[in-house]
Every structure is written in structure tokens, then in C-alpha cells.
T-cell receptor
Framework: GNSVTQMEGPVTLSEEAFLTINCTYT??????LFWYVQYPGEGLQLLLK?????DKGSNKGFEATYRKETTSFHLEKGSVQVSDSAVYFC??????????FGPGTRLSVLP | EADIYQTPRYLVIGTGKKITLECSQT?????MYWYQQDPGMELHLIHY???????EKGDLSSESTVSRIRTEHFPLTLESARPSHTSQYLC????????????FGPGTRLTVT
């Protein structure tokens, strides 16, 4: 079946550091890929998405590129802020099937 | 901005009580979901619905039940709460075809003592 693997956290960075959170997936077809973010005490919010190979999703300074050849969708940000501290989930959805979420990566950004 | 609501946000109850967690959305989405989120953050799908009068069990076995009598409403019920039910419960909805993404409610944090 489909699956999503993320780098284990927690990830701790200083403010203005470069962020990469790795995400790889296994799917039988051509899924859409997503990054969701969960701030403390809240539900998940969609951060960005990509629906086909080589698409780049971007939002709030975050970017991720759908790489079919490496089955990856790594999340990057050039300069993190304290307000980016949250849990980040990589996810896929194939056709009308249910979402498959990764286990989440907790990011802490120190001032 | 997503219009999906959950009540209560926090609930502390004793063992053996019956509880219902409410979830409503105003986006007219057909598909709705309930997830249980453990302290390690991982999400587990426990129930979902394709539309009115449709309910399905998810990947994680759960003692809870759900109903879908109206499109906008998808309540989750525990007939007899136990300490093992202590968790964060997240409700979500999605458009079946167009946008694919899921919209999440703020969650209900349940503690059973």
C-alpha cells in the first residue's frame, strides 16, 4: 500500500537558519503530495501542495518540489523564524483514496 | 479559511461516561474524517464518511461510533469512556473531486480519568 516516510525529529534550529525536512513516499500510481503544519493546540493546516511530477509548491517562504524519480517531496525554507515552530506532516493522496500522512516532524526554532 | 468546527475543545470526564464529540463544516464537503492523534503526533484514521448515511471504519480500530445524518455534521460517540481513550481527536473534511486537500478542525483534547 501507499506510505510516507519523514525524517525523525525533533529538529532544533536557530532563527534564520536553513530548513530541510525530508519526505519520501511509496505509491502505486501518481499521487498528489502535500505538506501540512500543526501549530500548538491547533488542527492541521495545508502549507503547500503539488499535484504532478516537477511541480513546485510554495507558501510563506516554504517550498517543496515533487520529484518522481526519487519519490521525494522535501520541505525547505531559506530562513526560519521562531513563529515557524510547529509539527510538519508530509502526506499523499492518490485518486479518490484516503490521505496517507507521515508521522510528523517537530521543529523548534530558537531566537 | 476553513470553516470546520469542533466542540468541545477540551473535555475531562470520568470512566464509564458516554460522550459525543461534535464536528460541523459549512463548506458542503461530501467526505469527512475522524483522526486520533497520539502524543507522538502520528495521525490515525478511525472513521470516515463519503456522504449522508455513509460511514466506514478507518485504519485504526476504535471503540467509538459515528453517524452522518446531515452533510455538515459528523459526530463521534464513545458509549463508555476509558482512560485508554485519552487522546486528541481531529475532524476533517474534503471536497471529493476538485481540490483534494483536507481541511481540519481545531481538535478536541479528551482526558478520561
Amino acid at each position: 500500500g501507499n506510505s510516507v516516510t519523514q525524517m525523525e525529529g525533533p529538529v532544533t534550529l536557530s532563527e534564520e537558519a536553513f530548513l530541510t525536512i525530508n519526505c519520501t513516499y511509496t505509491a502505486t500510481g501518481y499521487p498528489s503530495l502535500f505538506w501540512y503544519v500543526q501549530y500548538p493546540g491547533e488542527g492541521l493546516q495545508l502549507l503547500l501542495k503539488a499535484t504532478k511530477a516537477d511541480d513546485k509548491g510554495s507558501n510563506k517562504g516554504f517550498e517543496a518540489t515533487y520529484r518522481k524519480e526519487t519519490t521525494s517531496f522535501h520541505l525547505e525554507k531559506g530562513s526560519v523564524q521562531v513563529s515557524d515552530s510547529a509539527v510538519y506532516f508530509c502526506a499523499l493522496r492518490e485518486g479518490g483514496q484516503n490521505f496517507v500522512f507521515g508521522p510528523g516532524t517537530r521543529l523548534s526554532v530558537l531566537p | 479559511e476553513a470553516d470546520i468546527y469542533q466542540t468541545p475543545r477540551y473535555l475531562v470526564i470520568g470512566t464509564g461516561k458516554k460522550i459525543t464529540l461534535e464536528c460541523s463544516q459549512t463548506m458542503g464537503h461530501d467526505k469527512m474524517y475522524w483522526y486520533q492523534q497520539d502524543p507522538g503526533m502520528e495521525l490515525h484514521l478511525i472513521h470516515y464518511s463519503y456522504g449522508v448515511n455513509s460511514t466506514e471504519k478507518g485504519d485504526l480500530s476504535s471503540e467509538s461510533t459515528v453517524s452522518r445524518i446531515r452533510t455538515e455534521h459528523f459526530p463521534l460517540t464513545l458509549e463508555s469512556a476509558r482512560p485508554s481513550h485519552t487522546s486528541q481527536y481531529l475532524c476533517a473534511s474534503s471536497d471529493r473531486v476538485v481540490t483534494y486537500e483536507q481541511y481540519f478542525g481545531p481538535g478536541t483534547r479528551l482526558t478520561v480519568t
